[in-house]
């Protein structure tokens, strides 16, 4: 199988490219990253020697390139490329539009007019909005987003979809909740916790704490698209799902006890606007075709704590110019409560 792996220098594409790497022995990887901020070749450092994996510097929205890519034999694409922080849309939410929506149209217009066995579109939970109480979201719900983000990825979940309904495109859509595990850049809550701490540098938790998330380790998310890829029916959605919703501040007092750092460095900050307060998937339809998530929260959250405090020299030099630029405009500058 040859695949085409979109943002495979992020963070869950890099995963995603290992996974597969160390799967399934025969496959051939093509990586397509821009590298923006939050793209580092640090993630795939280990890999550079493997013939397998070949990495190419392009952008998703440049259509000669993804179109001489897909035709030179694709069988599968897995389409991670995006920009993925909310608080960043919300001050920017062109780029979101740009790369979220118009990228993906890109790729499928190439999946279309060169022929593919399988097209992953990598969506969210946040497509389906806040779930303020009651029973979690399954994949016939209304998609009702709430940020510039989310509104971008909800945006290309629907496109996608349409090329499957139009053209025949073999499509399947994925929507997963919160991930956590090694080279996540570190401006998402764990990484950025785990780091400030290590600092000793206040952590900046919005409103009071208490917005919910499920978390889904990294590599139960890559086990859950390659099932998807195996034997997920064309044009259909399916939820990857953690099964671990918690609070943030309960994810904040992991962090700490686990460190052993005082409560003197919890900063409560002014809450995002429009924040969400609660995400929660129903993974049963993906259950039915044999997936479960692997790895038990309490461990995987302690393992992933501690990958950055043995990885110090991967994310250090992260935490500097421009993201130091954009952390204090964030939370610096941010009214305290």
């Known amino acids: 199988m040859k695949y085409l792996v979109t943002g495979g220098a992020g963070f869950i594409g890099s995963n995603f490219v290992h996974y597969l790497l160390?799967?399934?022995?025969?496959?051939?990887?093509?990586n397509l990253d821009k590298l923006t901020y939050a793209g580092n070749l640090d993630n795939l450092k280990d890999i550079a020697g493997d013939a397998r994996h070949h990495f190419i510097q392009g952008d998703i929205t440049d259509e000669t390139l993804v179109e001489s890519m897909f035709c030179e034999?694709?069988?599968?694409?897995?389409?991670?490329?995006?920009?993925?922080h909310v608080d960043r849309s919300i001050g920017d939410p062109a780029a979101f539009i740009k790369t979220d929506v118009y990228g993906t149209y890109v790729l499928l217009e190439a999946a279309k007019r060169c022929g593919i066995k399988k097209f992953i579109q990598i969506s969210t939970d946040e497509v389906y909005g806040s779930i303020e109480h009651g029973r979690s979201s399954i994949e016939t719900d209304q998609l009702l987003p709430r940020n510039p983000y989310s509104a971008s990825k909800a945006g290309a979940d629907r496109l996608a979809y349409s090329y499957y309904a139009t053209y025949g495109v073999p499509v399947c859509i994925t929507r997963a909740s919160n991930n956590y595990g090694p080279y996540q850049y570190p401006e998402k809550l764990i990484p950025l916790f785990v780091t400030n701490l290590l600092e000793n540098k206040p952590v900046p938790i919005y409103g009071d704490g208490r917005n919910v998330r499920d978390w889904l380790h990294v590599m139960d998310h890559c086990r859950g698209i390659d099932c998807v890829i195996r034997n997920g029916a064309d044009g259909e959605v399916y939820n990857i799902g953690g099964g671990n919703e918690r609070e943030n501040i309960e994810i904040v007092n992991l962090m700490f006890g686990h460190l052993g750092k005082p409560e003197s460095l919890k900063q409560y900050v002014k809450d995002r606007l429009g924040h969400d307060r609660r995400y929660s998937l129903d993974s049963a339809k993906l259950a039915r075709l044999g997936w479960r998530p692997q790895v038990e929260f309490a461990a995987g959250i302690r393992e992933t704590i501690d990958w950055y405090v043995k990885n110090r020299w991967w994310w250090e030099k992260l935490k500097?110019?421009?993201?130091?630029e954009y952390y204090r405009k964030q939370y610096v500058d941010r009214e305290q409560k």
Do not use: L
């Open 22 to 30: 160390q799967t399934y022995p025969g496959c051939t990887v093509i």
């Open 73 to 84: 034999g694709i069988d599968v694409a897995v389409n991670f490329a995006a920009e993925t």
């Open 320 to 324: 500097s110019g421009e993201y130091w």
